[in-house]
């Protein structure tokens, strides 16, 4: 998505629970108001100062350790809630007594062993099927402290998240915020700093103890952090045809360039998913074989680099019909979703569902339902797994417009399911372009027996 701030009411209704908190659940907290009791089996674990889980209790050695620390971290929690920073300071040795007590213990906290790997239409990972659920987090590295990205974390993983996608990328020309590439003129220089590729390093070692992996466009066709039109303004010229970054031979290397130091550094991560070439390629207007001969080139040179990670397009899975009177059908942008597919260095297929920039106005169910289903065909017959990895409509059509997609990916068996995007409490509105869902959401529990429904599949 083109991350435009659109002005929209929050939409934040208390969801009340009575029920004691069922396997993987949130049963504590800072600001979390539900029940704090697990099912029968399960006990309340701290996990960090914002989220504590109901987790099976495998041994008696282990129960004992796990009570006492849930015990502790509930009213740790309590206390927080109700006062300052000298409280969140004293809970800070609270989690580390927890993560080590844990680590003694058989109970599953979450890490992230292992490279997810396709296998015909599906993920697997460790010999078993492994299900991409999750959301869309950019704005993740760009947060200002740890314990906020912790948090976000804590907030998205409470939809039964396995998967999440963060910006890989931000070419500036003067430093701001989270940056990786600051260019001066056409040289461009890595941000290794705190504010650079160690920031995204504390983003990497949040998700995988949230048991998250990530999914990581490494640029983006829009101008939002820069993109492809920063190389392009930088390296060529002002006002140039966006059609260069895919063709122009210096480009192209000073691209490779960012990506080889990017993706070396985490070649040997398992809480990496994948990469994506970048974030909705299009190329306007030209022959579709301008971005999949790219797509061909860049993946083969991520696999040179890293053969642990899958490679994605990260496109919106436009499709080249150019006799439909379809706008996202036509492939008046440039992509060929299918052709692009069958790269055999690309291991799955991406696309984005977003009716109303794409000019359908109504019948947002039935359209998107035969959307998701086209694409779903195409997992079939090209026999590789398909993940919608971005879609949105906003509120007031999204319940009945979002079961009928939701309904559509589970009948249809397409391999995974990311939405646009995830609201936290630790993000605040900033970065919510009006799609955003948040445990409050009252769509959420919907969400979370959607994902539980998906991640149950074998
Ligand atoms: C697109 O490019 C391919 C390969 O260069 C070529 O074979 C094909 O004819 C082109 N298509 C159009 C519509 O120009
Ligand atoms: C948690 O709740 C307190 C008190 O209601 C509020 O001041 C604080 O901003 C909340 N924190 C978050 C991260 O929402």
């Known amino acids: 998505m083109k991350s435009v701030v659109l002005s929209v009411a929050a939409f934040v209704s208390l969801v009340p629970y009575v029920a004691a908190v069922s396997e993987w659940g949130q049963c504590g907290g800072l600001n979390y108001s539900g029940s704090t009791t697990c099912d029968s089996g399960l006990s309340c674990v701290y996990f960090n100062d914002w989220y504590s ?47 080590r007590a844990s680590s003694s213990t058989t109970s599953s906290t979450p890490v992230a062993t292992g490279f997810v790997k396709t296998d015909g239409q599906k993920f697997v990972l460790n010999g078993q099927r492994f299900n991409p659920v999750g959301s869309n987090a950019y704005w993740l590295a760009q947060l200002s402290t740890t314990a906020l990205i912790q948090q976000a974390l804590a907030e998205i993983a409470q939809a039964g998240t396995t998967v999440l996608r963060v910006w890989g990328w931000n070419d500036v020309t003067s430093p701001s915020g989270t940056y990786y590439q600051l260019w001066n003129g056409a040289t461009p220089t890595i941000n290794y700093g705190a504010d650079g590729l160690q920031k995204f390093d504390t983003v990497v070692a949040a998700a995988k103890a949230a048991g998250i992996r990530l999914v990581v466009p490494l640029t983006n066709n829009w101008q939002d952090y820069g993109g492809m039109d920063r190389y392009i303004t930088q390296i060529v010229g002002s006002g140039q045809p966006h059609s260069l970054f895919y063709t122009n031979t210096a480009i192209k290397t000073a691209f490779k360039n960012y990506v080889n130091v990017f993706v070396t550094r985490y070649k040997n991560e398992p809480t990496i998913f994948s990469w994506e070439l970048a974030n909705e390629p299009r190329c306007n207007g030209c022959n579709v074989s301008v971005v999949t001969e790219w797509a061909k080139e860049m993946s083969a040179y991520i696999k040179s680099i890293d053969s642990n990670h899958m490679v994605a397009l990260g496109d919106e899975g436009f499709f080249n019909q150019p006799s439909s009177s379809s706008y996202p059908y036509q492939g008046g942008e440039g992509v060929d979703f299918t052709a692009n597919m069958a790269i055999s260095t690309l291991d799955y297929g991406t696309f984005h569902l977003y009716p109303i920039p794409w000019g359908v106005s109504s019948g947002y169910s039935t359209w998107g339902a035969q959307w998701i289903n086209d694409h ?25 417009a979002y079961a009928a997609w939701w309904s559509a990916v589970e009948t249809s068996g397409l391999a995974g399911d990311q939405y646009w995007q995830a609201a936290t409490t630790a993000s605040g509105s900033g970065y919510n372009d009006g799609y955003g869902i948040s445990t409050t959401d009252s769509i959420f529990p919907a969400l979370q027996a959607h994902f539980a429904t998906l991640k149950a599949r074998t």
Do not use: F, H, M
């Not at 004992?64 to 969140?88: E, F, K, N, Q, V």
């Open 376 to 400: 779903a065909a195409v997992q079939k017959s090209l026999n590789k797994p398909v993940i919608i990895e971005e879609y949105g409509v906003i509120a007031s059509d999204r319940s009945s």
């Open 53 to 99: 889980q109901c987790l099976r209790v495998t041994t008696t050695a282990s129960s004992s350790t796990r009570t006492s620390s849930s015990t502790r971290s509930s009213s740790t929690s309590t206390t927080s809630r109700s006062s300052s920073t000298t409280s969140r300071a004293s809970s800070t040795s609270t989690t580390s007594t927890t993560s």
